[in-house]
């Protein structure tokens, strides 16, 4: 059983930026999703565990980064110039063994950490 921690979020302006950590209890793969209010839940990132390969969303493709610190089992997503549309509920997510944009491919999942981007 692997435990996701997240952290970071809040409130912020348009064009501004935010970032999310989420710790692990394991080594995984891991990535983030987000739902926006009314929408489905939507791929933003994800990074591999032992190649540290990146694979964005579209919609964040050029504004948000994943990044990983292996030694602490730590996944961050940079978030830079945010727009209101980026506001969502962001959930960490982690597997053993996928790596992909499916949501239904992700194990473990954390809690969610609210973004939200005010105009």
């Known amino acids: 059983q692997l435990q996701l921690v997240e952290s970071g979020g809040g409130l912020v302006q348009a064009g501004g930026s935010l970032s999310l950590s989420c710790a692990a209890s394991?080594?995984?793969?891991m990535g983030w999703f987000r739902q926006r209010p009314g929408k489905e839940r939507e791929f933003v990132a994800a990074?591999?565990?032992?190649?540290?390969?990146?694979i964005y969303g579209g919609s964040v493709k050029d504004r948000f980064t994943i990044s990983r610190d292996s030694a602490k089992n730590t996944v961050y997503l940079q978030m830079n110039n945010l727009e209101p549309e980026d506001t969502a509920l962001y959930y960490c997510?982690?597997?053993?063994?996928?790596?992909?944009?499916?949501?239904?491919?992700?194990?473990?999942w954390g809690q969610g950490t609210q973004v939200t981007v005010s105009s």
């Open positions: 394991g080594r995984a793969n």
């Open positions: 997510v982690a597997d053993l063994r996928r790596f992909t944009q499916s949501q239904y491919a992700y194990e473990y």
């Open positions: 990074i591999a565990h032992i190649t540290s390969v990146t």
